[in-house]
């Protein structure tokens, strides 16, 4: 089906607008922006019912041992960090500097990881979630000098996408767009680089399916094949708010090793499944931040029905 034709001069209306609003928060320190965006969040728990219903229906198959209250809890702090990405990453580039970044953000269980980006002799591949402040993990990296590429998809609206992009860009980071991304993501490899993927979406009927909160998700093989393929290690991290502050722990889950997959009898699998409970284990450290209102598990094994809100 032919995708909808954008009216261009909307999308530069947009653009303009978008633009006059983040010049209109820089007036303001960012900690209050991000009160801001709370209040912005508790509004889409309050008035986007489908998302709402699609947060508590994820996080009551996931937690059923919690109260419904407390679901509701997760539910309205996991729709609050939206808008709170979206302040970080607005201001991410004014106060993360070479000078000042340990101020805002801690390093945890990073010292295997360092050792990992200073071998040159074969790439790495990184992966995290769409949890916490995940946009800060391939700038912090770059600003210390170990420039990641990066796999996104452009927003709808290319100019406040190449405007986004440019701020992700701006220390190096590489942005590579999904259309076309395999490519780039072998160059990259084949020069002993970095790749970064956010590595909880549905990967829809051609997944693997593996556990995820006690259920099948489909999850894409693209990573565990690329892996294998250039016999790269995997590492697994998480960059999580400490408090309502602009501030982050940098951390790592868990590394996947060549040597730990090739004894496998089905090694696509195993990394496939090693990496979503990695995944899995970080967001239980803190469920609010983690974005439940994404369809993780919209498609179903063959013979399953499909589940409610999905």
């Not at 009898?265 to 209102?293: C, M, N």
């Amino acid at each position: 089906m032919a995708s909808k034709q954008r009216n261009d001069l909307t999308d530069r209306l947009l653009y303009v607008v978008m633009r006059l609003v983040s010049a209109a928060l820089h007036c303001w320190p960012v900690n209050t922006n991000l009160a801001t965006a709370r209040m912005l969040g508790d509004l889409l728990y309050r008035f986007d019912h489908k998302h709402r219903k699609r947060a508590l229906a994820n996080l009551q198959r996931s937690f059923p041992e919690l109260t419904e209250r407390q679901r509701e809890a997760l539910a309205r702090r996991s729709m609050q960090a939206i808008p709170m990405l979206g302040v970080e990453v607005l201001f991410t580039t004014r106060l993360v500097r070479l000078d000042t970044w340990p101020r805002y953000v801690e390093l945890e269980n990073f010292r295997e990881v360092l050792r990992l980006l200073l071998d040159k002799q074969r790439g790495l591949i990184l992966l995290t979630a769409h949890y916490g402040n995940f946009e800060i993990l391939g700038y912090v990296l770059a600003l210390l000098g170990f420039p990641t590429a990066s796999i996104a998809r452009p927003l709808d609206n290319p100019y406040i996408s190449d405007w986004l992009f440019g701020v992700r860009e701006r220390l190096g980071q590489k942005i590579i767009t999904k259309k076309g991304a395999t490519e780039e993501v072998v160059e990259v490899l084949q020069n002993h680089g970095t790749v970064g993927f956010v590595a909880d979406q549905n990967a829809g009927s051609k997944g693997v399916f593996v556990d995820f909160f006690g259920r099948k998700a489909a999850t894409y093989k693209s990573i565990g094949l690329v892996a294998m393929q250039f016999n790269v290690p995997i590492v697994i991290g998480y960059a999580r708010r400490v408090g309502e502050r602009f501030q982050f722990k940098v951390g790592v889950q868990d590394i996947i090793y060549p040597k730990d997959w090739e004894p496998r009898d089905k090694p696509l699998h195993y990394i496939t499944q090693r990496y979503t409970k990695a995944i899995e284990d970080f967001i239980r450290k803190d469920s609010g931040q983690y974005w439940w209102v994404h369809r993780r598990w919209k498609t179903r094994p063959k013979g399953e029905a499909p589940e409610p809100y999905d």
